[in-house]
């Protein structure tokens, strides 16, 4: 089991994307998530497929699929910059329906930094024609490496509550 500060300082990397907690067993992004990394000016970039099992109407993807692929680009950044955080809000438009079983790009950035709050801004592209399918805008809390076993001693507290 990865450690939460191994997660921040050397996640496990599957084809170039950093990867989250359920998909390092698997050593691939179960949302078709491949990434480039960083690029000069500090926009991640990816690429992206939304395979049939994330299929919601016919032929397009599940808007959660396209919710959760923003919000793992826009995560991304600052763990791209070695830091942690996790999602406080996330604000998705869906402009067109995502295709499934066609090659997408993705890029993030980050917009700005309010203390400890990311205000971090993605897109997903049609990679053939560059047609814009969605974007986002999210603010992302800063946390340090405790903040996972933290989550993990409240969770024991509430469990115990709910029992009684």
């Known amino acids: 089991m990865i450690t939460p500060r191994e997660h921040v300082e050397r996640t496990p ?37 939304c395979d049939a099992g994330h299929e919601g109407g016919p ?11 923003l919000d793992e680009m826009l995560g991304s950044v ?8 996790v999602t406080k809000s996330l604000t998705v438009e869906f402009l067109r329906p995502v295709p499934i079983d066609q090659p997408l790009l993705g890029r993030s950035w980050n917009d700005r930094i309010d203390g400890r709050h990311w205000h971090n801004v993605g897109e997903v592209t049609l990679a053939a024609t560059g047609a ?7 603010v992302f809390s800063e946390r340090d490496p405790d903040h996972f076993q933290r989550h993990k001693d409240w969770l024991a507290t509430q469990i115990g509550k709910a029992a009684d």
Do not use: M, N, Q, Y
């Open 13 to 49: 990397v599957g084809d170039g994307v950093r990867l989250c907690a359920s998909c390092i067993p698997r050593g691939r992004c179960r949302l078709g998530i491949s990434g480039d990394g960083l690029d000069a000016e500090g926009v991640a970039r990816f690429r992206l497929v």
């Open 59 to 69: 032929g397009v993807a599940h808007g959660g699929w396209t919710a959760s692929v």
């Open 132 to 138: 814009l399918l969605g974007r986002a805008t999210g």
């Open 78 to 85: 600052a763990l791209l910059h070695k830091r942690l955080t």
